[in-house]
């Protein structure tokens, strides 16, 4: 045989034509195929090695499409380092995922592939060529490096274990984290005190300008020497204060107010997101105080101006309403007077905006704040503090900043005591404030259990993680990862065929069981993929999904069985609407299966609203029309990371921002009635 493909010209143009079919094929199976693709499973894998055989056999040949392409310069080096690359790919995708990067799709893939290429030519230099060679690796016999290199292979594997990135959204921890707090709904209704008996662990971001910058350096890292607080990001800027537009001048440069300046706000917003701190520290000033010509103006005013200053005290308010709006505690440094380098003079070297009495108009205006949004802004004493050290020109260098060593050195002598018992002072004044307001209203707290699949129990926890800083709700959760509302048959989880799996516990033993132990006055179900996955109903041979009238008439059935059970108790049953979902948006290259057809969300959300029509116990809260109002739309990547669930973070956010007014609207109208 191997004769004839020698010699035979017409075998030859055979597997030279095999060849490149059995490529092409490759390459659309590496683009299109999940690995969890069932086929592959039944003979695809050996459909493959046929496939694999048939390029190797073409790649031999003398001449031909695939010698030429798989020939070709950058194939070729990658050949050369493939072992390296197989060997080194897996913990670095493993480890650089588009959670640490912020990037996605190709982007993400060209940062992984360039570090994992990197480390192969690396390996194939110092490891690689000597072995082969035979040759002393790093100056010893390779022999004597095998208990080393096997140690340090197990030390990667165990670091990578245990550093690499959490998941997306970890649902067996949030259902851990709900056992305890599902069994304490089932104890009696106990008073209106928070759940919590003191303040949080202080999670401290720093926002602000070149002096914020320099600060944040240094209680970073006395927060990671002492442990005290936990320091968590932020957004510094260069030259970017908080009065925006317009334009302004000091002793060097007049000109507009940058873009990326004016933005600031969407740029806190972001870096609220991602590292959800419950202290928001702010230190600005030296942009503040220079010289402005505000939109509209023709005229150069600087603070002492009636116009400028209720314009400076409208941003400082915005600054406050958008830190505060995740419930973060805001705390703002005052400004020291602007100085200078020892033997320069702060008026020539820093222009009009070094006037002592412009920053202490700001400092005016700042301490107005704390009586404008009560229990929302303190005010730190920075300005008063660093005169009376007589520190001030060691300290701050330059006369405006703190250098590294020195902002450390005022973490340690002060800053941080502030922080810290400022932080407690204010969370205890808001949870007086709170308990006041529900004395007041005389409400007790809710006791609220949650229904459904995975995508319910991200917001059981997010609505959990909220009422243990602020009370008000009791929050127990019987919602099942992997398990929606239907009952029976098959379904597809993306491209794989399974039975409804054994431990969704049938709802006919499971509700009744749990409502009558957890006594809820409001029952919240939520679900989302499983009831709009392709289904096969018990007793039926055809695949269905909503908008077939025979599964719309199942999933009606179910939900309204599902929802008598839930009120037999008495508890108003609250059912929600869900977004549209785009699984397979986190694969790489990601995909689009059939559940994400809007159309399907869209029917079984109708038949959520067909369902309260009949039965007056059962309300509807519309996520689904909620969640297009985003920043970044239904599917933004801070709530819905995977494109399908709420993360627990995003939807707390959801929670404060809109579902709580929701939640105590039905809350008050139940208890109303009970009332009546």
């Not at 973490?411 to 932080?423: A, H, K, P, Y």
């Not at 243990?468 to 398990?483: D, W």
Request: glycine share 10%; with cysteine; net charge negative.
């Amino acid at each position: 045989m191997t004769h004839r493909i020698a010699t035979d010209l017409r075998v030859q143009r055979t597997l030279r034509i095999a060849g490149l079919v059995a490529l092409l094929i490759c390459t659309i199976i590496w683009i299109g195929t999940d690995q969890q693709s069932g086929w592959l499973y039944r003979g695809g894998f050996a459909v493959y090695a046929l496939l694999s055989a048939a390029v190797l056999t073409a790649a031999l040949l003398p001449a031909g499409p695939v010698r030429t392409l798989l020939g070709s310069p950058p194939l070729r080096i990658l050949g050369l380092l493939s072992y390296g690359v197989y060997l080194y790919h897996w913990p670095v995708f493993l480890w650089i995922d588009r959670h640490l990067t912020g990037l996605d799709g190709l982007a993400l893939f060209t940062v992984r592939f360039g570090i994992t290429m990197g480390l192969a030519i690396i390996s194939y230099r110092f490891i690689e060529l000597p072995v082969r060679r035979g040759e002393p690796l790093f100056g010893s016999r390779p022999i004597r490096l095998v208990p080393w290199v096997a140690g340090s292979v197990a030390a990667a594997v165990i670091a990578i274990t245990i550093t690499a990135p959490k998941p997306l959204i970890d649902f067996a921890a949030a259902q851990a984290e709900l056992q305890h707090a599902t069994a304490t709904l089932a104890q009696p209704r106990g008073s209106t005190e928070p759940l919590t008996s003191g303040p949080p662990r202080p999670r401290i971001a720093v926002f602000g300008d070149s002096t914020a910058m320099l600060t944040s350096v240094g209680l970073r890292n006395y927060l990671l020497a002492s442990g005290r607080a936990d320091y968590a990001g932020g957004w510094t800027q260069l030259g970017c204060g908080i009065s925006r537009y317009g334009d302004r001048r000091d002793a060097k440069d007049e000109g507009p107010v940058s873009d990326e300046c004016n933005r600031w706000d969407d740029f806190w917003t972001e870096q609220l997101r991602a590292g959800q701190p419950n202290l928001a520290l702010v230190q600005v000033g030296p942009w503040e105080v220079v010289d402005r010509r505000l939109p509209g103006d023709k005229t150069w005013r600087s603070l002492g101006d009636p116009r400028y200053d209720d314009y400076l005290l409208n941003e400082m308010l915005h600054a406050v309403d958008v830190l505060s709006a995740n419930g973060a505690q805001v705390m703002w440094l005052t400004l020291p007077h602007l100085g200078a380098p020892p033997g320069e003079d702060p008026l020539k070297l820093r222009g009009p905006g070094a006037d002592p009495r412009r920053a202490d108009r700001f400092n005016e205006l700042l301490r107005q704040l704390p009586a404008l949004r009560p229990n929302r802004v303190r005010v730190i004493e920075l300005a008063a503090w660093l005169e009376s050290t007589g520190e001030d020109a060691r300290l701050r260098p330059d006369g405006v900043h703190f250098s590294d060593r020195t902002a450390y050195e005022v973490s340690e002598r002060w800053l941080v005591d502030q922080l810290i018992t400022g932080f407690s002072e204010d969370w205890t004044a808001r949870q007086r404030e709170e308990l006041a307001r529900r004395a007041e209203e005389d409400l007790p707290d809710a006791r609220v259990l949650w229904v459904g699949d995975s995508s319910a129990l991200g917001f059981a926890l997010g609505m959990h993680n909220y009422a243990k800083l602020e009370g008000g709700f009791a929050v127990g959760n019987i919602s099942r990862i992997g398990c929606g509302i239907g009952r029976g048959g098959w379904r597809k989880d993306r491209d794989r065929q399974e039975p409804i799996p054994a431990d969704c516990e049938p709802f006919t033993t499971l509700y009744p069981r749990e409502v009558a132990a957890t006594k809820p006055d409001l029952v919240f179900v939520m679900t989302g993929f499983w009831d709009v996955t392709d289904r096969k109903l018990p007793g039926d041979d055809h695949w269905r999904a909503p908008g077939d009238p025979v599964y719309d008439e199942y999933l009606q059935r179910e939900f309204a069985e599902a929802s008598d059970l839930l009120h037999e108790q008495g508890a108003t049953v609250v059912w929600f609407t869900y977004p549209h979902i785009d699984l397979g948006k986190d694969e790489t290259p990601p995909r689009s299966y059939p559940v994400n057809d809007p159309a399907r969300i869209d029917r079984q959300n109708q038949i959520i609203r067909e369902l309260a029509e009949s039965r007056s116990w059962i309300k509807v809260i519309d996520l689904a029309s909620y969640a297009q109002t985003l920043p970044g739309g239904e599917f933004d990547p801070w709530y819905r990371p995977d494109g399908v669930h709420f993360s627990a973070t995003g939807a707390e956010q959801v929670f404060r921002d809109w579902l709580k007014g929701e939640v105590m609207s039905i809350y008050r109208a139940r208890l109303a009635g009970d009332r009546g």
